[in-house]
């Protein structure tokens, strides 16, 4: 009964905590001679994913080179950084008040 | 879990960057060393990143985890001739009166010292910004 309310912030969670840890790669890499920023396309994973799957991890186009090889954008990553975060949060903030709801109806308003 | 592997990979980018300041550091400490064990002029050196998969034994039970960590593969030391300063009175200069000196460019280390600090504060702020995002999760709990 819970899939069916949470279920899909739950995917959403997943897909976010993904992307976080490849911007957290593209970050580490950000000096690495030849690396290629790396990127999960979000509409399409969170539309397509199965529960328990990974996400196809593709490099993001249309990024300049830089002399080295690698195409990593600090200010790109930096803004994905911190929006990934608060779309998190925001997805946290939704799964409590759900939960809460859930919570409310068996305790038939009167709990806490 | 995606989320703590996240922090193993900044911290993996923090240690990099700390390997390449501390050859920067050495290098401008090293700017006017004339002897080394190896003979000759101290050489300037320069660390080469490479990506690094992040497998520890539990996780490789989840081969497909998506991102990358970075390693130090390779220290490349200078192979630029020694600069040649005219020194008769130095122990260490030749029959020309010419002495060896490090070929080190003070500006070149100190540009490269910044970048390494900026890289070390960027993966900083991401192992906060996932440090934050785990305990929200923590939160959903309560």
Do not use: C
Request: aromatic share 6%.
């Amino acid at each position: 009964m819970l899939d069916g309310i949470t279920g899909n912030l739950e995917r959403y969670i997943d897909l976010l905590s993904a992307r976080q840890k490849l911007v957290a790669s593209n970050i580490a890499n950000a000096d690495t001679p030849g690396y290629k920023t790396q990127d999960i396309d979000f509409q399409f994973e969170f539309m397509s994913l199965a529960k328990g799957q990974q996400p196809q991890v593709i490099q993001s186009q249309g990024l300049p080179e830089k002399p080295d090889g690698s195409n990593v954008n600090l200010d790109r990553e930096a803004r994905l950084l911190s929006e990934n975060q608060m779309r998190f949060n925001l997805a946290s903030v939704l799964v409590k008040s759900q939960l809460k709801t859930v919570h409310e109806a068996i305790t038939g308003g009167s709990g806490s | 879990m995606s989320l703590f592997s996240s922090l193993q990979v900044s911290s993996s980018g923090m240690s990099a960057q700390r390997t390449r300041a501390e050859l920067l550091v050495q290098n401008l400490a090293n700017s006017e060393t004339t002897r080394t064990p190896e003979g000759g002029p101290y050489r300037r050196q320069d660390v080469v990143f490479s990506t690094d998969q992040q497998a520890s034994p539990f996780s490789a039970m989840f081969q497909n985890e998506v991102g990358t960590g970075v390693s130090v593969s390779d220290v490349v030391t200078d192979t630029r001739d020694p600069e040649r300063r005219y020194m008769p009175g130095h122990p260490d200069a030749d029959a020309d009166g010419y002495v060896a000196f490090p070929r080190i460019n003070p500006a070149e280390d100190m540009v490269d010292l910044l970048s390494s600090t900026r890289s070390y504060e960027a993966n900083v702020a991401a192992i906060s910004s996932v440090k934050d995002m785990i305990s929200r999760s923590i939160d959903i709990m309560r």
